[in-house]
């Protein structure tokens, strides 16, 4: 007996401990929801909203007008966290939100608000992603744009401030491992970021590479993110790179020799204006990427390059020099 009833309280302790998190609802004024914080995660809305304005206006549909906020029952001890007891914070509805703000006439009157009580920044994360369906699922670029917001970071320039930076992230983290050994290309997106950050913000603030008319790519974001780890950002060598390419100022360029970036925008740029968009590392058997990653690391270093010589012809050493680029085998 003894035993049966210590089995059945047993199941009551499991059952406790593994219950979902359940909401309350609640009928809210417009204005008092829109009160309430974006969540710090939540991705950067202002693509969407041309859209969303146009749904409000040609349908009434009722789940439009149904929200969600949390409300932080305890400090979020997590270092990317603000939240303190009692905070609120919008879970879905941070877009339309943006809608009505901008447009009252097709805010409704009242709003049907779902509440979470959420005692962890690991459950708040959680929840937030349980509102994502097959209309709002969060891409790459939505996350990336997500954790910059986590972490207050607002982005200046129009790739990193939409987190449009998935492709030159991967491409730059490809045969990287972190100080953790952990192999980059198959962790999480934020794992990426974090091991570039630094090289990141410091190319967002360098507005000149963003802006139009300069001969970019993800190809060329993704070297100067590869340059500014291994030799890092502060380097003299560095800012000038970035200086004379922006500017198509060559260093070096005589009849035999020029520089890296000389290279880069005048010769690799005439030859594959067709491709230079094309974001493969490999375009028709020809290692583009690699061509002007092995060109800004010579410019870094002062080595020329001998107008006419051939750079990498076969793609497996392309292969081989992007895989040992941080740790050269002698």
């Not at 005692?119 to 994360?125: Q, Y």
């Not at 993704?222 to 560095?238: D, E, N, Q, W």
């Not at 974001?279 to 002062?302: C, R, T």
Request: positive net charge; charged residues 30%.
């Amino acid at each position: 007996m003894n035993t049966q009833k210590s089995k059945i309280k047993n199941q009551s302790n499991m059952s406790q401990k593994t219950k979902p998190t359940f909401f309350r609802q609640e009928v809210w004024s417009t204005q008092k929801f829109l009160s309430v914080e974006t969540f710090e995660k939540n991705r950067v809305i202002e693509p969407r909203i041309k859209k969303l304005t146009k749904l409000l206006k040609q349908t009434d549909n009722n789940r439009l007008y149904e929200v969600a906020i949390g409300i932080a029952t305890k400090p979020f001890n997590n270092e990317l966290s603000r939240y303190k007891k009692n905070d609120k914070f919008c879970l879905d509805g941070n877009a339309r939100a943006e809608v009505w703000r901008r447009n009252p006439s097709l805010a409704p009157e009242y709003v049907c608000v779902k509440i979470y009580d959420i005692d962890t920044k690991e459950k708040a994360d959680e929840t937030y992603y349980t509102f994502d369906n097959s209309s709002a699922a969060e891409s790459s670029s939505d996350k990336l744009s997500g954790f910059l917001r986590e972490r207050n970071y607002n982005a200046v320039s129009e790739p990193i401030r939409y987190g449009k930076m998935n492709t030159f992230l991967k491409k730059a983290t490809r045969y990287v491992h972190d100080d953790d050994g952990l192999y980059l290309l198959t962790a999480p997106i934020e794992k990426m970021l974090d091991y570039h950050w630094d090289e990141l913000i410091f190319l967002d603030q360098y507005q000149d590479i963003f802006r139009k008319g300069v001969k970019n790519s993800c190809n060329i974001y993704a070297s100067l993110l590869m340059i500014g780890k291994k030799y890092g950002v502060t380097h003299p060598r560095f800012k000038k790179l970035l200086d004379n390419y922006c500017s198509e100022i060559s260093e070096i360029n005589n009849k035999t020799d020029m520089d890296g970036v000389t290279y880069v925008f005048n010769t690799l740029y005439g030859k594959n204006k067709e491709i230079w968009g094309n974001n493969a590392y490999s375009v028709n058997k020809l290692p583009l990427f690699g061509k002007i990653l092995f060109a800004f690391d010579s410019f870094m270093n002062k080595q020329t390059i001998v107008k006419g010589s051939k750079i990498m012809k076969k793609e497996q050493q392309f292969i081989d020099y992007y895989k040992n680029y941080y740790h050269p085998i002698d």
